[in-house]
Nanobody
Framework: QVQLVESGGGLVQAGGSLRLSCAASETIFSVNPMGWYRQSPGKPRELVARMTGGGRTNYADSVKGRFTISRDNARNTVSLQMDSLKPEDTAVYYC?????????WGQGTQVTVSS
């Protein structure tokens, strides 16, 4: 079982930046897709950014050009750099990994963007 622990959330003004990090308890490999999702009150969880096993990335249209996903397999981490934040980015952000047939989630970290 893989445990994921997110960090880096907080309160920021619109236009500001935050960097989220997610640390995995097990060794991760480039073949394991990892991603970031978010959920706002009353809304379903949605994909924010994802990196496939081959290193290909895809982003939600709403964050393209503002967010960047990256990973460091040597440190078992995946990060999300969030720039030009908007109030509508306010949500709980979750880290996710597809690990050899199973899917694991972190506990989430709150991101609040004030206008």
């Amino acid at each position: 079982q893989v445990q994921l622990v997110e960090s880096g959330g907080g309160l920021v003004q619109a236009g500001g930046s935050l960097r989220l990090s997610c640390a995995a308890s097990e060794t991760i490999f480039s073949v394991n897709p990892m991603g970031w999702y978010r959920q706002s009150p009353g809304k379903p969880r949605e994909l924010v950014a994802r990196m496939t096993g081959g290193g290909r990335t895809n982003y939600a249209d709403s964050v393209k050009g503002r967010f960047t996903i990256s990973r460091d397999n040597a440190r078992n981490t995946v990060s999300l750099q969030m720039d030009s934040l908007k109030p509508e980015d306010t949500a709980v952000y979750y880290c996710n990994i597809e690990y050899f047939g199973a899917i694991y989630w972190g506990q989430g970290t709150q991101v609040t963007v004030s206008s």
